[in-house]
């Protein structure tokens, strides 16, 4: 596992190309391992179609590397996972949301139906604020 993430940060052609071979892999934990170290605009389609996909810890290290590239065209599949059953997900997804600074549409998940999106959707807009406008440090004067 440790020389998939190698050879991700080479950033070398070759090597990503062997990294997004194992996206294909047959074991979960290389492929999520693969979606982890991959930073490379070549792969988002491939780590798309893992996020549509599945559920689970290559959903999750696909969605990390495509809120890493800043891929906004994701932000409808992150959606998408919101309303699973399970808290985890749902939480890391809202999570990827407030990477992609997607304010828009957490305002619009807001408003939704189910309970437990609007709470975490409050929150992330909440994180999102924040971020906007970090609290500044009242200056402590010194004699």
């Known amino acids: 596992m440790r020389a998939i993430r190698?050879?991700?940060?080479?950033?070398d052609t070759k090597a990503s190309a062997t990294v997004v071979a194992a996206l294909d892999d047959k074991n979960p934990e290389v492929r999520a391992y693969?979606?982890?170290?991959?930073?490379?605009?070549?792969?988002?389609?491939?780590?798309?179609?893992?996020?549509?996909?599945?559920?689970?810890?290559e959903?999750?290290?696909?969605?990390?590397?495509?809120?890493?590239?800043?891929?906004?065209?994701?932000?409808?599949?992150i959606v998408g996972h919101l309303n699973t059953e399970?808290?985890?997900i749902t939480q890391h997804m809202m999570q990827g949301l407030i990477e992609l600074e997607a304010e828009s549409e957490i305002q619009r998940l807001k408003e939704q139906g189910?309970?437990?999106?609007?709470?975490?959707?409050?929150?992330?807009?909440?994180k999102l604020e924040k971020r906007k406008n970090p609290p500044t440090k009242p200056s402590t004067a010194t004699e």
């Open 6 to 11: 190698c050879l991700g940060e080479l950033g």
């Open 114 to 126: 189910n309970p437990r999106v609007r709470t975490l959707a409050e929150w992330a807009l909440k």
């Open 59 to 77: 959903t999750l290290a696909a969605m990390g590397a495509l809120c890493q590239m800043k891929d906004t065209d994701s932000i409808p599949i």
């Open 34 to 57: 693969a979606a982890g170290a991959l930073g490379i605009k070549d792969a988002k389609p491939r780590l798309r179609e893992i996020l549509k996909q599945s559920i689970g810890r």
């Open 86 to 88: 399970n808290e985890v």
